[in-house]
């Protein structure tokens, strides 16, 4: 527990805090203060600099970049804890019970995973995305975890392998305790630091994967999100017209909350696994 705890007030998890905190609380508490005005056509005039006004300018529809950021980080930040958080759940039930159950089971669970881990997830993604005439942020978490449940049902597959064979499971078995107890008041509490660092990369992964999407044009138009904004600038040329706060703000924000959520899943594996722990 100790070694939990100073795991988890360590360095590496400490700056992945902090940066995360540096994208997500201006997103989430932003919504306090702004103006709804900004958000509509012309308001701020076409393509504008950066002014007092408007920090971060306008686009070419007028719209204020910096409104349409803070209203884009709370919908893309639903689609990857949507997307991540069920592809961790379901890959959770699958895992476990492939690795306690075994027997035909187990083989059935494996040869879908294999084959699933086969095929290209951003073309599913893709046919998906573009058979539904509206995309909104709860229907594309649920379509990235359809693509993305594979990964956490194998390796939490391979922790209860490991984990069932321990010497505490065998007493528990031996003294008539059922599977139900066994799994989840047993195995599931021993499983929490390992779910939780594949909870932040599952996370991480449908937010690249929601990016993809939308740059692609395949994002719902009516949600402001993070993808929609970088889509709208390259469909304006604004890189090559130098609007660089059209473009440039909301990569530096994805690139901070991507370092954000590497550093914490880092710090969730020295948890999970004692020989990450640095001597």
Known sequence: MIRHLRNFFSPMMALGIVLLALVLL????????????QMRLMAGGINAAPTWDHLLGT????RDVLTYILKGMPNTLLIGLVGGGSAV??????????????????GAIRNIVDIGL??????????IAASFSVVLPLTMGLVIALTSWMHPTRVIRSQVLSLREREFVLLLRLSGASPLHIVFRELLPNLIPFLAATFVNSVATAILASIGL????????????LGNLIYFAIIGNAMWLGLWWWWLPPILILIVLFMGLFFVSTALDAIANPRLEPR
């Open 26 to 37: 201006p997103g989430l508490f932003g919504q306090l203060f702004t103006n709804p005005e």
């Open 118 to 127: 086969t095929i290209p997830p951003l073309a599913i993604l893709i046919m």
């Open 59 to 62: 686009q070419n529809e007028g």
């Open 214 to 225: 939308e740059v692609l044009g395949l994002g719902s138009f009516q949600t402001p999100t």
């Open 89 to 106: 759940l379901l890959g959770t039930v699958l895992g476990m019970v492939a690795g306690y159950v075994g027997g035909p089971l187990d």
